[in-house]
Structure formats: structure tokens, C-alpha cells
């Protein structure tokens, strides 16, 4: 009873405005009818008072009616644009259209957004967008309304990305990835781009594509996914790409471009060929023309894709981002000069062969991938490389290409991009020119190419300058430096040949900067600069030695090289090689040696095993000369002993050569 009295003094005290918001209140926990016409009343009374239109909505609000409640809400927006309490609304709205996955309170919010009239909408994001006191803050409003409601990018699309471009422009951040532009380039441009009425002066739409490439490169090459500015990054590598594709295209079609629609094509030898194609048949006119434009620019950011994708196949370590943080186990590769081996398939050899499932499979095309590279890699691999290649030879065309493309390059600061110059010479190694890629390979530092990979590639190339000296003395330094590991040479290397490279080009190979593979290849090189040092004119039997002895290391391959040497003994009617013990175990090429030692071999003098404990007692040499028996016999059991060995490592065996015997191979290479 003292109870009701008292609600009832309290009531007495009321204003009419509280008493029905009161009773509105009271009548909520009890009769939801009761409640709503008290609610009705109360508006109708009092329609200009604040508190009164504010519970209205808050009754809708908490009878989760959002249909009703944005209603309430665009009279509160457009009635009382002065109340605190509003603005504290807008921007509970405001941050749950910007959340992917929020709760029951942003979802309730969302669902009255779309409740509103579209009006409503679009003045009460623009409101909010407008008292944000932080540029940031603001940008990111203004593109939630424009992703909200895109209809308007016509009239609020250009000024946003000026003041994107500005905001940057005055900032402090000294990297291309940070959050004003990650807000042009990912969320306004695919908007700003797809309005077919919106009009953005040409040169502006240049420098967005520049913006944008800038932007995703660096992002690669940050070998991390963090962008300044912004707490968590929704950008994925996968869809990078695709991403800036979609910009060309759009770009382009703006433009007016023959070439946007090339960006639609999942096919990078297509895509160079409709850019080749365009440049033959289109007059390109000044450096200002349309065609010019078009042409350079989708060439430009053919290459920067191609070059990234060759790039991170040959050293995933230079971009870490596509698997979002996880270490890449992958070896890396390295392009090189081929060094093929002499083979003829129009005959069996003399020599016997051993039966080699595994052997290697040579082609007569241009550029070949390791076995060790799984096959979808290695074709990615060919065709990022080659678009790139073909991309960078297009744009040297002419002196107006070259000049503005290097504008380009300045505009990107291609000179952060350590691995450019490493591409640019395998540029000039694929083109043949030879001078020119060593010339730049010494001018790269330990920084942009490690040195074991710089010896190997500079090797390769002074071979094919027939600086047999300088090849060698790289070669044994980077044997030199390997370590010390124990690798089996059984797994010979595999080939896969590029349909796509053109004849006439030198043939390369990528090579895995892997222990056995930089053996293969060093010896590859070695056997190549003894064979034209074995066979020419006078003695050379110190190099005819050291080719035996490499000739072993991927026995049976090259095994006409030996037949060679063999027949270059024969016309000497002797050899002397004294490493002949200490290097050569392999039972084929020791069978043909014992075989020159007899009548119907040519009974050839042979010098080749040090003299044995009798021998130096007697002042005699291991010799095989006619009519000293003695030594003949001992020929043959140094034969035996030398056969005995035949089951050791040769992998290590011809390590160990190269090693050991550093100055005789160099000394051999100088006669």
C-alpha cells in the first residue's frame, strides 16, 4: 500500500513529455499493445521532443523491429541533427556496416540500415564522414558509403581519391604500402572504375595505374603482410594480381583501349602476343597518343606480373607472402648457359654403356628446367620468364619506348627492386649477348646475387666467350666453398623443354643451386673447356688425364668424348698422367685403358701408376713399354687394385679432384 503511494507522489512530479515515456516504459513489461499506443500518443503530442522520438525508437530497437526502428530512426536523423546521444547511434551504425562478422547489437543495426530509404542512407553515411575530426577515418567512411551505395561515386569518387592522394602525399610514411594507399588502390578504384559516366582526366587515370602497381609490388616485396596504417589486412597474394588486372581492365576500357581486353585472358603467350601484335600494326604516334599510352603501360604491367611470378619461382625467399608467413622450403634456382653433352643418336658408341633408366633426356629447344622442379612449377617458370623477357625486348624497341619507360621505372623505384638487376642480365644471356651479361652480373653486389651463384652464372658465360682460364679458376672456387656433404649423383637431371622459345636463342638451363647439382654443372663446364684443350694439336696429355677423370662423374653420358681421347693416345703411342691412380676407378674407362696396353690395342706405352716397392728398388718405372714383361705384370695388377675401387663415391671422388688438384687443372687449362 506505501508502495503505490509512493509510485504515485512520483508520478505527480512527472512532466507530461516524462509521464508518458513513463508509462510507455511501464506498460512494455506487460501489454506490448498497451505500450504501443502510449508510444503513438506520445509522439503525436510531443513531436518535437527529443527524449520522446528517442524512446520511440529505442522500443522498436529493443523489440528488434528494425523496419520500424529505421523509420524512428530518419525522423531522430533529419529532426534533432544536434543531439549527442544521436551521433552516438550513427556511429554504433557506422562501425557495424564496416564489420564482416559482427554481433547480435551490429547485426540488428545493419538489418535497419537497409530499412532506410536510400536518402537516408546516403546522408546519414555522409554526415558521419564529415564530423570524423581524423583524414583516415573519414576516407574509410566515405568508402563505406560508396560501397554501400555505389550509385554515388559519380559525385563523391574523384574528390575521395584526390584527398587519398593528398593525405599520402603530406604524410609521414615513406613506403608505398600503407593505409592511404591500400584505400585508393583496393577498395575505391574497382568502385571509382566500374561508373560508366564518371569522368577522370587521362593523366589522372595514368598515375592511378602507376599508384597501383607501385602498390602491389612493394607490398610482394615486403616479404610481409602488414600494410602501415591499418591493424589487419584483408588483402590476399592470390588475388593480387587478379586484383590489378581487373583495374586495367576497367582502366582501360575507360580509356579506350584496343588492349584492356587482353586483361581478361588467363594466358600470358596470348597476352604477348596481342601486345607484339598491336605494336606492328598500330601507328604508336607521340609519346602523348593514345595508342603510345595504352601500349607501354600494358606492357609495363604484363612485365612487373611475369617478373614477380619468375622471380618468386626462382627464389620464393625474395617474396614471402603467398603462404602468409610460412617459411618456403624450396631451392632456389639459378639460370645459366647449357652445357650439353656431345651425344650421337645416329649410332651406338664403341664404348659399352651401362643400362641408365634415370639418364637425363636432352632437347634441342632453348630453355630447359631441373628435374628436381615439379612440372606445373617449371612450366609457370618458362612462361613467367619468357612474358618477361619478351615484355622487357618489346619495350627497347625504340628510343621513345625506352625513354618512357624509364620514367616509368623512376616513377616505381625500381632501383629497390633487389632482383631487377639479376633478371636484366639474364635478359642479355637469354639475347646472347654475352659481354653485356657479364659486364652487369660484375657490376651486381653480394646483396642482389650471392657469390656462389654469381661464380656460376659468371663461369657459364666466360665459357661461351671461350675464356676457358676464367671459367675454370670460377668454377673450382665455388667447388671450393662448397661444404663438405656426401651426395649421391644418382638422379640425373631432367630437362623440360619451353615449346614457347623462339630458334636462334643460345641454350640455358635453370639449374637448383642444390650440392649435387653445382657439382653437375661445374663439371658440365670443366669437361666442355677440357675438350677443346684435349684435342688439339701436340701432347696434351695432362688435359686428355683430367677429361678421363670428369668423364666418369656421369659415365656413360659423353662417352664419344672418351672414345676421343682414346683415339688421340692411340696417334701418340703413349700416355702419362700421374693422378691416373688416385682419381680414375671406373670399370668401363678402365677396361679400355687396359685394352691400348695390348697387341691388338696398339700396345700403347702407358705411364700412368707410380712405380711399386720392386720397381723403385730397381730404379724401374710402371710402364708398359715392349719387351719388359715385368712391367707389364705389374701393369695389370695396378690395373686390378685400380678396379677394386671401382664401388667408391664418385660424386665425392670428383669433388675431391677438383679440390686437391686446383693448380694442376688451372696449369692444364693455361698450355
Not at 563523391?156 to 594507399?181: I, M
Amino acid at each position: 500500500m506505501r508502495t503505490g503511494i509512493i509510485d504515485e507522489m512520483q508520478e505527480n512530479q512527472l512532466s507530461d513529455e516524462e509521464y508518458v515515456i513513463y508509462r510507455t516504459k511501464n506498460s512494455h513489461k506487460h501489454d506490448l499493445a498497451t505500450a504501443k499506443a502510449w508510444m503513438i500518443t506520445a509522439k503525436t503530442l510531443f513531436p518535437r521532443n527529443f527524449a520522446v522520438q528517442l524512446e520511440a525508437y529505442t522500443t522498436q530497437k529493443s523489440a528488434n523491429n528494425p523496419k520500424e526502428a529505421a523509420r524512428y530512426f530518419s525522423s531522430l536523423f533529419f529532426d534533432f541533427p544536434n543531439e549527442a546521444e544521436l551521433w552516438e547511434e550513427v556511429q554504433q551504425i557506422t562501425c557495424a556496416l564496416q564489420k564482416a562478422n559482427g554481433n547480435i547489437i551490429s547485426q540488428f543495426h545493419c538489418d535497419m540500415f537497409s530499412h532506410m530509404l536510400t536518402e537516408v542512407q546516403h546522408q546519414l553515411l555522409l554526415a558521419m564522414a564529415e564530423r570524423a575530426e581524423d583524414t583516415l577515418e573519414h576516407c574509410r567512411l566515405m568508402l563505406v558509403l560508396l560501397s554501400m551505395l555505389p550509385q554515388f561515386v559519380d559525385t563523391h569518387g574523384k574528390k575521395l581519391a584526390d584527398t587519398l592522394l593528398t593525405s599520402e602525399k603530406h604524410s609521414t610514411y615513406q613506403t608505398p604500402v600503407n593505409c592511404f594507399r591500400k584505400l585508393l588502390v583496393v577498395d575505391l578504384l574497382p568502385t571509382l572504375l566500374s561508373s560508366r559516366t564518371i569522368d577522370v582526366p587521362q593523366k589522372q587515370l595514368y598515375r592511378l595505374i602507376l599508384k597501383s602497381v607501385d602498390f602491389y609490388v612493394s607490398w610482394f616485396a615486403s616479404g610481409s603482410t602488414l600494410i602501415q596504417g591499418v591493424e589487419e589486412s584483408e588483402l590476399k597474394a592470390e588475388e593480387a594480381w587478379t586484383n590489378l588486372f581487373k583495374i586495367m581492365f576497367a582502366m582501360g576500357r575507360k580509356l579506350g583501349w584496343e588492349l584492356s581486353s587482353m586483361f581478361s585472358i588467363n594466358n600470358r603467350e596470348l597476352m604477348c602476343q596481342n601486345l607484339w601484335s598491336f605494336y606492328h600494326s598500330t601507328p604508336l604516334g607521340g609519346e602523348d597518343s593514345p595508342n603510345f599510352r595504352q601500349l607501354i603501360y600494358c606492357t609495363t604491367v604484363v612485365l612487373v606480373e611475369s617478373l614477380y611470378e619468375y622471380v618468386r619461382k626462382i627464389n620464393p625467399l625474395s617474396f614471402q607472402i603467398p603462404n602468409q608467413g610460412n617459411k618456403v622450403d624450396y631451392t632456389p634456382l639459378l639460370l645459366v648457359p647449357a652445357i650439353l653433352p656431345s651425344r650421337d643418336n645416329d649410332q651406338e658408341p664403341v664404348l659399352k654403356r651401362r643400362k641408365d633408366d634415370s639418364s637425363s633426356s636432352y632437347s634441342t629447344l632453348n630453355v630447359t628446367v631441373t628435374k628436381g622442379c615439379h612440372v606445373p612449377t617449371a612450366t609457370t617458370l618458362l612462361s613467367s620468364f619468357l612474358t618477361a623477357v619478351s615484355c622487357w625486348e618489346l619495350l627497347q624497341q625504340t628510343e621513345e619506348l625506352r625513354s618512357e619507360f624509364a620514367k616509368i621505372c623512376s616513377h616505381l623505384h625500381t632501383e629497390t627492386w633487389l632482383w631487377l638487376p639479376s633478371f636484366v642480365a639474364d635478359v642479355l644471356l637469354y639475347q646472347g649477348l654475352y659481354s653485356e651479361a657479364l659486364t652487369k652480373l660484375q657490376s651486381l653486389s653480394s646483396t642482389l646475387l650471392n657469390p656462389q651463384s654469381l661464380l656460376l652464372k659468371s663461369a657459364g658465360i666466360s665459357f661461351c666467350l671461350r675464356n676457358h682460364f676464367a671459367a675454370t679458376e670460377k668454377i673450382l672456387h665455388v667447388i671450393a666453398d662448397l661444404s663438405a656433404e656426401s651426395s649421391d649423383p644418382s638422379g640425373h637431371l631432367t630437362i623440360i623443354p619451353c615449346s614457347s622459345s623462339p630458334h636462334g636463342k643460345p641454350p640455358l638451363h635453370f639449374m637448383a643451386l642444390n650440392h649435387t647439382e653445382i657439382v653437375q654443372y661445374s663439371v658440365s663446364i670443366l669437361v666442355a673447356c677440357f675438350r677443346d684443350q684435349a684435342f688439339r694439336n701436340g701432347n696434351c696429355d695432362f688435359a686428355i688425364g683430367h677429361l678421363i677423370v670428369l668423364l666418369q662423374y656421369d659415365w656413360p653420358n659423353n662417352a664419344s668424348l672418351l672414345e676421343e681421347s682414346l683415339e688421340k693416345i692411340r696417334r701418340q703411342g703413349q700416355f702419362a698422367y700421374k693422378l691416373f691412380s688416385s682419381y680414375v676407378i671406373q670399370v668401363d674407362i678402365l677396361e679400355e685403358i687396359a685394352f691400348l696396353v695390348t697387341d691388338q690395342g696398339g700396345a700403347i706405352n702407358m705411364d700412368i701408376f707410380p712405380p711399386s716397392a720392386t720397381q723403385l728398388a730397381t730404379q724401374r718405372r710402371m710402364t708398359t713399354r715392349r719387351g719388359d714383361l715385368g712391367a707389364r705384370e705389374d701393369f695389370r695388377a695396378a690395373m686390378k687394385r685400380q678396379m677394386s675401387r671401382s664401388q667408391e663415391n664418385i660424386h665425392n671422388l670428383i669433388v675431391q679432384f677438383m679440390i686437391r688438384e686446383r693448380e694442376a687443372i688451372l696449369q692444364a687449362m693455361k698450355v
